[in-house]
């Protein structure tokens, strides 16, 4: 049971510097959605998915741009890092959350450190 | 827009505790709610989740009510164990997206 699979773990990058975070899931979930952790703010969300082809804005999307080709697979990249993006960073899938309770999966989360 | 405030953190119990975690939402549909738990290094799993009004969700001896005419989903467990000690969060769908609340961090001491 892979569920949804993030990586890489962790990641120091340098200010200005770009990467992309990866995520999959093999539940076949509609939905997938980028959330960063910081201390005292809970999750927020990025962008989400709610279908191949299909992206939008959550909360915070600045200085992230996210794709969706394929069912599997919704990778967040940042265009030019800064030290506030530094954070905890998790990938969920599910299927539609506003149907009857559907539960959102996460990924294990990506501890990224921007200097 | 839909919002979820839960208790401020720490909470620090002894073993057998009764525990409580205060959750309230604000939402203009139905949502459903949820609580994930959090531990060290890990991401988040679903604990338990109701999804109409009176519902109760329950699961690992922890259990919310869903009461609508308070707004509420205030998490409970009779008597906590230090393998409780994690991170709580209260979460609301509805209509689209998940809103979390800041996390409520509880350490059980032995």
């Known amino acids: 049971n892979a569920g949804v699979t993030q990586t890489p773990k962790f990641q120091v990058l340098k200010t200005g510097q770009s990467m992309t975070l990866q995520c999959a899931q093999d539940?076949?979930?509609?939905?997938m959605s980028w959330y960063r952790q910081d201390p005292g703010m809970g999750l927020r969300l990025i962008h989400y998915s709610v279908g191949a082809g299909i992206t939008d804005q959550g909360e915070v999307p600045n200085g992230y741009n996210v794709s969706r080709s394929t069912t599997e697979d919704f990778p967040l990249r940042l265009l030019s890092a800064a030290p506030s993006q530094t954070s905890v960073y998790f990938c969920a899938s599910s299927y539609e959350p506003g149907i009857s309770g559907n539960t959102i999966y996460f990924g294990e989360g990506s501890w990224l450190t921007v200097v | 827009g839909d919002s979820v405030t839960q208790m401020e953190g720490p909470v620090t119990l002894s073993e057998e505790a009764f525990l409580t975690i205060n959750c309230t939402y604000t939402?203009?549909?139905?949502?459903?709610l949820f609580w994930y738990v959090q531990y060290p290094g890990e991401g988040l799993q679903l604990l338990l989740k109701?999804?109409?009004?009176?519902d109760k969700g329950s699961n690992k001896g922890f259990e919310a009510t869903y009461r609508k005419e308070t707004t509420s989903f205030h998490l409970e467990k009779g008597s906590v164990q230090v393998s409780d000690s994690a991170v709580y969060f209260c979460a609301l769908s509805d209509q689209g997206d998940m809103r979390f609340g800041a996390g409520t961090r509880l350490t059980v001491k032995p």
């Open positions: 109701a999804t109409k009004a009176d």
């Open positions: 539940m076949n979930h509609e939905y």
């Open positions: 939402a203009t549909g139905y949502p459903s």
